[in-house]
């Protein structure tokens, strides 16, 4: 009788496949996997610690540095939470940008996870196809707030740049082409037979499992759960808008991808709606130099990101400085099902739930 | 049908191998970049107040700078300013807290040094300038509680221009080369319109007074006395192999 | 121009024998030269077919691919070749070192024998065996066991897994490959690679074939570890697969390798289904190059397109799909080629 | 599902718990400030009684002689909301383990034990999850020292 024994191989942090630097243990039995243990803390900066010897204005660009690739979500996040303790109105306008700000880093996101999930199924072009359409979002980011990237856009009471003129003719054109962008997508990942047949049925998440393990994002409404912070619990004005939420059924790596593709196409319109009705007026509240919260005061505030629910909890003590700062990475407690969906399935399978899963590193490791 | 979407992704594919690049060729091309773009943080010495406001709003201290006191005033003296930019993240905030427009970023984005220290950017305020600075009176530089004082005026105003020509001539005479390198873009030029500025004492003295009142004006005509010094040289049939 | 070869090695012998040797010691040194000869064109091969797989990839994705070097960048992969020629030889402590060292030779050597029985033009194969279809798949089926050397030598899990995965496929595959040529040869009557062109001078095969030959495309598609296939490799699984432990020149062998392969798996596609070396208006040997290099262009891309297939598709795709239907196709071809008999053609 | 009717469900727990509960109100949430030794029957009672199927958030806080935990719970699909808060000694940080009532509480906690050195009861696998594990202190407590 052939004997069998079970070995461990190490899936990064020195991976092609791991978005950075993730690492997965994983207990295999020939080209099935066992168990998987993942380990984090490669990319850990203490942002919590460096946000306590922080002023709260200059906290704001580490924010952009916790999800980079939709850097202007994070930050919209810790202006609100600041904003909500020091009982700021942002200006109309001001909240119009950031919607629209906030939806394009929605976009730009999922795109880079339609690319990366082609790429670490195989398909190099289809990242490259992605990166081009991501790269005139990443110019529009450029024109408005110098950066492309790590944009560090949002202020405590606004944003640091009024839109340029050329914005919306550059906006709309984007939207203009975003369905051939889209139907270039179709045809030639989400169509293709072969990245069906290794998508459907695999990292199966049930919507019991998801809610017991705190997934959020596109990842639970794949599970067929209708939950977006942006309906259930409306921040900003995300209450003026009319949008779907595309639902999944199975839960599956499939799911996960058809959720996202439907919405980039839901977040183009929410930014019709807010082009259409972007007022005039101020772009930045009056807001102290100086911020210093009431002693003792404490919130949490959520939003949805792009991967989930990003919440920031603050105690201040009254010094300009916050006391206590807490992020509630998505990415982070999205990980934890890894094993949970990857087990018994294939090598092949667990890289195709990590790209699923889209977890930001930087924003995991915090 | 089966096999469908993968025709349909190799007629996609097939399209696009005939379609024009999107990329462009990086070093010959360079990248066409927004007016906000964020490249290397600059400081312009002259508009500086001595604030400090830069220094509170960054949040990595890339930022410092040394002063000195001037006597029998609430104002300082800039000695020098270094940028950091190895801790820089380029996040606009110094940018916004400063109220005169010192800070600022240009487009460089090859910002790259093969030596870490090469990476800091001191500014040591030229002597020159440090001269117009250290005037025992009214010094043209504006000082960290200027909005608090009165309105300058008018005859007083005056006075405070010819003070600061009187300095700029100084300035000229002693050090002409440093002290004209803003007028023009090259070192050769500066050099050349330095010697012409040493020549005539009356050019010297209009130039200090139009770099005092109208700095384009006096660029232009800096750039001016430089060409026709070249002209002239060049139909001696002398330093014909100047720049430019 | 047709025979401009031929011709020179004419005259070679004819030199030879002048000078006294015995035919027999003639032909042997004829024989050296042409091998020199092929890994010649198969080094100069592998140098233009990077460059244009690089060309083709830049072009899909709206990139230029390389361009610095040379015209169109032509020579960048010369200059790839010094650096890796330059490149320290690292040979990690805890493999097998003879294992690990002969992999890569003997990888190469391998799919250079293949050149043997190919017909590179009319009149021009250096041994035309009278069982040049068998040898060719027999030969090329042998370079599994150079990726389980190179997997097991390496001492790495990532490509030993590569390894198995290359074994495992390799021998799923071979045998939809062997069976769809069967239709062939059934109809050429002959496993002679010159006959089987000969053959095909009033059609194609791959009109008559046209199942064979799409069986066999994908079947060498995965004999090549080409993507879609490309398993043993797989570099956003396995890291790079059987390769990963190499460096340098020894990975470099891998790869002049592997383009060796396609060059030689696509010129047999070209002769036994695209009509080998028969064309109108240009030599023979000129007509080979150019349906080589067609045939060629279709592999890189499909690789460009497509995303990796899993391993348990890939297999259950051989041995439920690719092999019924090669059966089925050889069945029909006899039964066809029965009744046609039967009808006295 | 039937909304959760916030209000009843303070006054109930209120009854049940007696003075080891007390109910604080902010803007946003009802805080239920619970002694440590009843959080697991208190969270127990919030998930199977009342529905708050969803632990969105669970942080510390170090004020010095005490410790704070701060447990966000929400329920999908009506999202009422409730948070729950337990002070801990600072000399003897303990406090029950969570993952049996919820598991998205496993790595919550393992970051928890991570940066702020609390232990939790309980916990199946209590290793450090950012930091590396020969590293040394707990960096979100106010005493640790940062360099630089």
């Known amino acids: ?366 | ?244 | 121009m047709e025979n401009w070869f031929v011709n020179i090695a004419h005259a070679l012998t004819n030199w030879l024998t002048g000078l006294g040797l015995s035919v027999g010691w003639a032909d042997f040194i004829l024989l050296v030269v042409q091998w020199v000869c092929i890994i010649i064109i198969v080094t100069l091969n592998v140098i233009v077919l990077i460059w244009l797989e690089r060309k083709i990839s830049g072009f899909i994705q709206q990139r230029l691919g390389p361009n610095r070097l040379g015209p169109f960048g032509m020579f960048q992969t010369i200059a790839d070749a010094i650096k890796l020629l330059t490149k320290e030889d690292i040979i990690p402590s805890a493999t097998d070192k003879l294992i690990f060292r002969t992999a890569p030779m003997f990888f190469i050597i391998i799919s250079v024998m293949l050149y043997v029985v190919l017909p590179m033009g009319e009149n021009m194969v250096i041994v035309d065996l009278n069982v040049g279809v068998f040898y060719f798949i027999s030969v090329g089926s042998l370079t599994t066991i150079c990726l389980l050397m190179a997997g097991w030598g390496s001492n790495n899990k990532w490509s030993l897994l590569g390894a198995m995965r290359s074994v495992a496929q390799m021998i799923s595959y071979e045998i939809p490959l062997a069976f769809s040529l069967l239709g062939v040869i059934m109809i050429a009557g002959s496993m002679r690679l010159s006959d089987i062109v000969a053959a095909q001078s009033n059609v194609w095969f791959i009109v008559l074939q046209p199942v064979a030959f799409i069986v066999y495309f994908i079947a060498a598609t995965a004999e090549l570890n080409r993507g879609p296939f490309d398993m043993p490799e797989a570099e956003q699984e396995l890291t790079a697969g059987a390769y990963t432990e190499y460096t340098g020149m020894r990975w470099a062998l891998f790869f002049l390798a592997e383009y060796t392969n396609l060059v030689a798996v696509s010129a047999l596609m070209s002769t036994l289904f695209l009509g080998g070396w028969q064309g109108p208006f240009l030599p023979s040997w000129l007509w080979i190059i150019i349906k080589t290099y067609l045939v060629m262009i279709v592999f890189m891309w499909l690789k460009w397109t497509f995303p990796r297939i899993r391993m348990d598709h890939l297999m259950s795709f051989s041995w439920k799909v690719l092999i019924p239907v090669t059966l089925a196709n050889i069945l029909l071809t006899g039964i066809v080629l029965q009744l046609f008999k039967g009808m006295g053609w | ?148």
């Open chain 2, 1 to 244: 049908m089966k096999g469908k979407g993968l025709l349909e992704g190799l007629w996609i594919t097939l399209r696009h191998l005939f379609e024009r690049e999107i990329t462009i060729q990086y070093p010959e091309q360079m990248p066409y970049l927004q007016e906000r773009f964020r490249g290397c943080l600059q400081f312009d010495y002259k508009k500086c107040i001595v604030c400090g406001l830069c220094t509170k709003a960054c949040p990595n201290n890339v930022l410092s700078y040394e002063s000195q006191p001037v006597p029998n005033s609430k104002k300082k003296l800039l000695l020098s300013y270094t940028i950091d930019l190895q801790y820089c993240m380029f996040c606009n905030l110094c940018v916004e807290a400063c109220p005169t427009g010192t800070l600022y970023f240009n487009h460089d984005f090859e910002l790259s040094e093969y030596q870490r220290d090469d990476i800091k950017i001191v500014y040591e305020i030229p002597r020159s300038a440090q001269a117009v600075i250290s005037e025992p009176a009214d010094s043209p530089i504006e000082m960290v509680d200027s909005s608090a004082e009165p309105a300058p005026q008018p005859d007083e105003d005056e006075a405070k221009k010819q003070k600061q020509i009187n300095a700029m001539i100084t300035a000229l005479k002693k050090n002409p080369v440093k002290a004209v390198s803003k007028l023009v873009e090259s070192e050769a030029q500066a050099q050349i319109l330095a010697d012409i500025l040493q020549a005539d004492e009356k050019k010297l003295v209009r130039m200090a007074t139009m770099m005092i009142e109208d700095r384009e004006k006096a660029g232009k005509v800096a750039l001016a006395f430089v060409n026709k010094e070249l002209k002239d040289r060049q139909q001696e049939g002398g330093a014909g192999n100047e720049p430019e």
């Open chain 4, 1 to 148: 599902m039937s909304k959760i009717n916030i209000e009843k469900m303070l006054t109930e727990l209120q009854e049940l718990m007696g003075d080891k509960l007390q109910i604080s109100r902010d803007d946003s949430f009802s805080w239920l400030n619970i002694n440590s030794e009843a959080l697991l029957d208190l969270m127990g009672r919030l998930k199977n009684d009342y529905g708050f199927n969803y632990l969105a958030n669970l942080t510390s806080v170090d004020y010095g002689e005490a410790f704070e935990m701060v447990y966000h719970l929400y329920s999908i699909p009506d999202n009422a909301k409730v948070g729950v808060k337990t002070r801990i000694p600072g000399n003897a940080a303990e406090v029950d383990s969570l993952v049996s009532v919820w598991s998205t509480a496993d790595w919550q906690e393992r970051e928890v034990f991570d940066l702020m050195g609390i232990r939790f009861k309980g916990h199946p696998n209590m290793i450090r999850i950012l930091l590396p594990d020969e590293f040394e202190g707990h960096p979100l407590r106010k005493d640790f020292k940062v360099e630089r």
């Open chain 1, 1 to 366: 009788m052939l004997q069998t024994e079970q070995y461990i191989i190490n899936i990064g942090p020195q991976h092609p496949s791991t978005h950075g630097g993730l690492h997965v243990e994983a207990v295999m039995d020939g080209e099935h996997i066992v168990d998987s243990i993942v380990h984090l803390g490669y990319v850990h900066r203490s942002v919590e610690k460096i946000a306590e010897s922080r002023t709260y204005p200059q906290f704001v660009p580490y924010t952009s540095r916790l999800d980079y690739l939709a850097s202007h979500l994070p930050t919209l996040g810790y202006c609100q939470t600041v904003e909500k303790m020091l009982g700021v109105a942002v200006p109309e306008r001001a909240e119009y940008i950031r919607v629209i700000m906030a939806e394009f880093s929605r976009i730009a996101s999922h795109m880079l996870f339609v690319g990366s999930l082609a790429i670490d199924l195989g398909a190099t072009t289809g990242l490259i196809y992605c990166f081009r359409d991501r790269e005139r979002i990443m110019d529009l980011f450029e024109m408005t707030s110098g950066q492309r990237l790590i944009a560090s856009y949002m202020r405590i009471g606004g944003v640091s740049h009024d839109l340029p003129d050329t914005f919306i003719p550059a906006a709309l054109s984007f939207i203009n082409d975003f369905p051939k962008m889209i139907e270039e997508y179709e045809g030639l990942i989400v169509g293709n037979e072969i990245l069906q047949a290794r998508l459907k049925g695999i990292g199966v998440l049930n919507a019991e499992e998801a809610i017991e393990y705190g997934v959020t994002g596109p990842n639970l409404r794949a599970c067929g759960v209708e939950y977006d912070i942006r309906k259930v619990d409306p921040y900003g004005i995300y209450d003026r808008f009319e949008f779907d939420l595309p639902l999944g059924s199975k839960g599956d790596s499939w799911d996960r991808l058809l959720v996202r593709m439907q919405e980039m196409a839901q977040s183009v319109r929410i930014i019709e709606q807010a082009l259409q009705e972007l007022p005039e007026g101020e772009i930045k509240a009056k807001v102290p130099r100086i911020i210093k919260p009431e002693k003792g005061s404490e919130v949490y505030h959520r939003i949805e990101s792009s991967k989930g629910e990003l919440g920031y909890y603050i105690v201040a003590d009254g010094g300009e400085k916050p006391y206590r700062l807490h992020v509630r990475a998505p990415s982070f407690v999205n990980l934890m099902v890894l094993p949970i969906i990857s087990r018994g399935e294939k090598l092949q399978d667990i890289i195709a739930n990590i790209a699923t899963l889209d977890p930001v590193l930087g924003e995991s490791d915090r």
